[in-house]
Protein backbone atom coordinates (compact mmCIF):
# COMPACT_ATOMS: atom_id res chain seq x y z
CA UNK A 1 0.00 0.00 0.00
CA UNK A 2 1.00 3.79 -0.83
CA UNK A 3 2.62 5.59 2.20
CA UNK A 4 0.72 8.83 1.26
CA UNK A 5 -2.96 8.33 1.61
CA UNK A 6 -3.01 11.18 4.06
CA UNK A 7 -0.55 13.65 2.65
CA UNK A 8 -0.28 17.06 3.61
CA UNK A 9 -4.11 16.44 5.73
CA UNK A 10 -3.73 17.92 9.01
CA UNK A 11 -5.02 15.08 12.07
CA UNK A 12 -5.36 16.13 15.76
CA UNK A 13 -5.77 13.46 18.45
CA UNK A 14 -6.16 13.45 21.86
CA UNK A 15 -5.04 10.31 23.91
CA UNK A 16 -4.83 8.64 27.47
CA UNK A 17 -6.36 9.64 30.76
CA UNK A 18 -7.10 12.71 32.12
CA UNK A 19 -6.21 13.96 35.70
CA UNK A 20 -8.30 16.04 37.69
CA UNK A 21 -6.85 17.60 40.55
CA UNK A 22 -8.44 16.42 44.07
CA UNK A 23 -5.32 18.40 46.16
CA UNK A 24 -1.40 19.29 45.28
CA UNK A 25 -1.21 15.34 45.71
CA UNK A 26 -4.36 13.49 44.76
CA UNK A 27 -6.43 13.49 41.65
CA UNK A 28 -9.30 11.38 39.72
CA UNK A 29 -7.81 9.29 37.04
CA UNK A 30 -8.86 6.02 34.97
CA UNK A 31 -6.88 2.97 33.45
CA UNK A 32 -6.31 4.33 30.08
CA UNK A 33 -2.88 3.88 28.63
CA UNK A 34 -2.70 6.30 25.22
CA UNK A 35 -1.78 3.20 23.66
CA UNK A 36 -4.25 3.47 20.84
CA UNK A 37 -4.30 7.18 20.55
CA UNK A 38 -0.26 7.09 20.45
CA UNK A 39 -0.54 4.23 17.81
CA UNK A 40 -2.81 6.31 15.57
CA UNK A 41 -0.87 9.28 15.50
CA UNK A 42 2.26 6.97 14.28
CA UNK A 43 -0.28 5.12 11.55
CA UNK A 44 -1.76 8.84 10.75
CA UNK A 45 2.23 10.22 10.55
CA UNK A 46 2.91 7.47 8.88
CA UNK A 47 0.66 8.11 5.85
CA UNK A 48 2.09 11.33 5.28
CA UNK A 49 -0.21 13.29 8.00
CA UNK A 50 0.73 16.31 10.14
CA UNK A 51 0.10 15.15 13.25
CA UNK A 52 -1.04 17.01 16.58
CA UNK A 53 -1.47 14.55 19.45
CA UNK A 54 -2.45 15.99 22.56
CA UNK A 55 -1.99 13.61 25.20
CA UNK A 56 -2.97 13.34 28.72
CA UNK A 57 -0.78 11.80 31.28
CA UNK A 58 1.18 8.82 29.96
CA UNK A 59 4.54 7.35 29.80
CA UNK A 60 4.88 6.39 26.66
CA UNK A 61 7.03 7.98 23.25
CA UNK A 62 5.65 9.65 20.48
CA UNK A 63 8.62 8.69 17.81
CA UNK A 64 7.46 10.03 14.12
CA UNK A 65 8.89 13.43 13.29
CA UNK A 66 5.70 14.56 11.77
CA UNK A 67 3.78 14.22 15.49
CA UNK A 68 3.82 17.35 17.45
CA UNK A 69 2.58 16.45 20.86
CA UNK A 70 1.43 18.99 23.63
CA UNK A 71 0.97 17.46 27.01
CA UNK A 72 -1.86 18.07 29.05
CA UNK A 73 -3.46 16.76 32.62
CA UNK A 74 -6.81 18.04 33.37
CA UNK A 75 -9.84 17.63 30.60
CA UNK A 76 -9.95 21.52 31.02
CA UNK A 77 -6.12 21.78 29.35
CA UNK A 78 -7.15 18.92 27.07
CA UNK A 79 -10.31 20.83 25.92
CA UNK A 80 -8.55 24.08 25.60
CA UNK A 81 -5.73 22.47 23.46
CA UNK A 82 -8.45 20.36 20.98
CA UNK A 83 -9.92 23.60 20.41
CA UNK A 84 -7.51 26.03 19.24
CA UNK A 85 -5.94 23.14 17.31
CA UNK A 86 -9.27 21.78 15.60
CA UNK A 87 -10.10 25.05 13.14
CA UNK A 88 -6.32 24.23 11.29
CA UNK A 89 -7.32 21.10 11.35
CA UNK A 90 -8.26 18.19 8.30
CA UNK A 91 -10.02 16.12 10.86
CA UNK A 92 -9.81 14.84 14.62
CA UNK A 93 -10.15 11.54 16.51
CA UNK A 94 -10.92 12.15 19.76
CA UNK A 95 -9.33 8.89 21.45
CA UNK A 96 -8.64 10.37 25.03
CA UNK A 97 -10.61 8.84 28.19
CA UNK A 98 -11.87 12.13 29.62
CA UNK A 99 -13.09 12.41 33.24
CA UNK A 100 -16.55 13.73 32.58
CA UNK A 101 -16.45 15.31 36.56
CA UNK A 102 -13.82 17.22 38.11
CA UNK A 103 -13.72 18.45 41.97
CA UNK A 104 -15.69 21.36 42.53
CA UNK A 105 -13.39 22.89 44.68
CA UNK A 106 -9.55 24.33 43.68
CA UNK A 107 -7.50 23.22 46.81
CA UNK A 108 -4.13 24.78 47.49
CA UNK A 109 -3.32 22.86 50.37
CA UNK A 110 -3.05 18.83 51.28
CA UNK A 111 -6.44 17.67 52.59
CA UNK A 112 -5.87 16.34 56.11
CA UNK A 113 -7.70 13.69 58.29
CA UNK A 114 -9.00 15.01 60.43
CA UNK A 115 -11.57 12.88 61.97
CA UNK A 116 -11.86 9.07 61.04
CA UNK A 117 -15.29 9.89 59.93
CA UNK A 118 -16.66 9.84 56.02
CA UNK A 119 -15.58 12.37 53.69
CA UNK A 120 -17.47 13.87 50.80
CA UNK A 121 -16.22 15.40 46.91
CA UNK A 122 -18.00 17.50 45.33
CA UNK A 123 -17.98 16.77 41.78
CA UNK A 124 -19.08 19.41 38.45
CA UNK A 125 -19.08 18.01 35.05
CA UNK A 126 -16.42 18.55 32.31
CA UNK A 127 -17.01 19.94 28.73
CA UNK A 128 -17.67 17.27 26.25
CA UNK A 129 -14.92 17.69 24.09
CA UNK A 130 -15.97 15.29 21.21
CA UNK A 131 -19.35 17.28 21.16
CA UNK A 132 -17.77 20.84 21.03
CA UNK A 133 -15.76 19.69 18.28
CA UNK A 134 -18.39 18.40 16.87
CA UNK A 135 -20.42 22.11 17.21
CA UNK A 136 -17.47 24.07 14.93
CA UNK A 137 -16.85 20.98 12.49
CA UNK A 138 -17.01 22.49 9.20
CA UNK A 139 -18.78 21.35 5.97
CA UNK A 140 -14.88 19.46 5.02
CA UNK A 141 -13.93 18.66 8.36
CA UNK A 142 -13.92 14.94 9.08
CA UNK A 143 -14.62 13.81 12.62
CA UNK A 144 -13.87 10.27 14.66
CA UNK A 145 -14.86 9.21 18.04
CA UNK A 146 -14.46 6.18 20.17
CA UNK A 147 -16.77 4.36 22.45
CA UNK A 148 -15.79 2.20 25.17
CA UNK A 149 -19.29 0.18 26.59
CA UNK A 150 -19.85 -2.81 28.84
CA UNK A 151 -23.80 -3.12 27.47
CA UNK A 152 -25.66 -2.48 25.20
CA UNK A 153 -22.98 -1.04 22.82
CA UNK A 154 -24.55 -0.72 19.76
CA UNK A 155 -27.10 1.59 20.99
CA UNK A 156 -24.99 3.88 22.91
CA UNK A 157 -22.40 4.06 20.18
CA UNK A 158 -24.97 5.26 17.71
CA UNK A 159 -26.66 7.96 20.36
CA UNK A 160 -22.99 9.40 20.76
CA UNK A 161 -22.29 9.22 17.20
CA UNK A 162 -25.36 11.38 16.17
CA UNK A 163 -25.50 13.49 19.76
CA UNK A 164 -21.76 14.14 18.61
CA UNK A 165 -21.87 14.73 15.12
CA UNK A 166 -19.22 12.36 14.25
CA UNK A 167 -18.95 11.02 10.85
CA UNK A 168 -18.06 7.43 12.26
CA UNK A 169 -17.39 5.97 15.75
CA UNK A 170 -15.01 3.50 17.13
CA UNK A 171 -16.58 0.92 19.03
CA UNK A 172 -14.98 -1.72 21.97
CA UNK A 173 -16.57 -3.33 24.30
CA UNK A 174 -15.28 -4.35 27.97
CA UNK A 175 -17.26 -7.53 27.21
CA UNK A 176 -14.65 -8.96 24.97
CA UNK A 177 -11.19 -10.45 25.95
CA UNK A 178 -7.71 -8.34 24.80
CA UNK A 179 -9.97 -4.92 24.34
CA UNK A 180 -10.04 -1.49 25.70
CA UNK A 181 -7.95 -0.43 28.35
CA UNK A 182 -4.13 -1.11 29.16
CA UNK A 183 -4.01 -4.14 26.54
CA UNK A 184 -1.64 -4.45 23.27
CA UNK A 185 -4.83 -5.72 21.41
CA UNK A 186 -8.40 -4.29 20.33
CA UNK A 187 -11.25 -5.33 18.96
CA UNK A 188 -13.56 -2.61 17.09
CA UNK A 189 -16.64 -2.21 14.96
CA UNK A 190 -16.51 0.78 13.33
CA UNK A 191 -19.92 2.38 12.72
CA UNK A 192 -20.22 5.33 10.65
CA UNK A 193 -23.03 7.75 10.00
CA UNK A 194 -24.87 6.53 7.21
CA UNK A 195 -25.59 3.30 9.08
CA UNK A 196 -22.74 1.40 7.47
CA UNK A 197 -20.92 -1.03 9.86
CA UNK A 198 -17.93 -3.08 9.98
CA UNK A 199 -16.77 -5.54 12.74
CA UNK A 200 -13.00 -6.37 12.41
CA UNK A 201 -11.09 -9.15 14.24
CA UNK A 202 -9.12 -9.01 17.50
CA UNK A 203 -6.01 -6.99 15.98
CA UNK A 204 -2.84 -5.28 17.81
CA UNK A 205 -3.49 -1.67 18.48
CA UNK A 206 -1.18 -0.83 15.62
CA UNK A 207 -3.51 -3.34 13.52
CA UNK A 208 -6.64 -1.58 14.23
CA UNK A 209 -4.89 1.73 14.02
CA UNK A 210 -4.43 1.12 10.08
CA UNK A 211 -8.17 0.08 9.96
CA UNK A 212 -8.93 3.38 11.27
CA UNK A 213 -6.92 4.93 9.47
CA UNK A 214 -7.74 3.07 6.35
CA UNK A 215 -11.65 4.22 6.69
CA UNK A 216 -10.54 7.92 7.62
CA UNK A 217 -8.29 8.22 4.58
CA UNK A 218 -11.73 7.60 2.17
CA UNK A 219 -13.54 10.27 4.19
CA UNK A 220 -10.62 12.82 3.35
CA UNK A 221 -10.40 12.17 0.02
O1 LIG B 1 -19.71 9.87 26.02
P1 LIG B 1 -18.44 9.09 26.05
O2 LIG B 1 -17.43 9.61 27.02
O3 LIG B 1 -18.60 7.61 26.16
O4 LIG B 1 -17.88 9.33 24.56
C1 LIG B 1 -16.67 8.82 24.18
C2 LIG B 1 -16.10 9.69 23.08
O5 LIG B 1 -16.20 11.07 23.40
C3 LIG B 1 -14.63 9.44 22.91
O6 LIG B 1 -14.30 9.69 21.56
C4 LIG B 1 -14.01 10.45 23.87
O7 LIG B 1 -12.68 10.77 23.54
C5 LIG B 1 -14.94 11.63 23.67
N1 LIG B 1 -15.07 12.51 24.85
C6 LIG B 1 -14.51 13.79 24.83
N2 LIG B 1 -14.67 14.63 25.91
C7 LIG B 1 -15.35 14.23 26.98
C8 LIG B 1 -15.92 12.94 27.03
C9 LIG B 1 -15.75 12.11 25.95
O8 LIG B 1 -13.87 14.15 23.83
N3 LIG B 1 -15.49 15.07 28.02
Redesign the pocket.
Known amino acids: ASQTRLEKKKIVI ?1 AGPTYEKIDPVRFIGNYSSGKMGFALAEACAEQGAEVTLIAGPVSLAAVHPNIKRIDVES ?1 EEMYQAAMTAFPQADAGI ?5 A ?1 YRPGEQVSEKIKRETKGEMTLRLVP ?5 ASLGMIKRENQVLV ?4 ETNDETAHAEG ?1 LKR ?1 NLDFIVLNSLRDAGAGFRCDTNKITIIDKEGGTIAYPLKSKQGVAVDIVNKLATLLK
Open positions: TALCAAVDNKDIAGFALKK
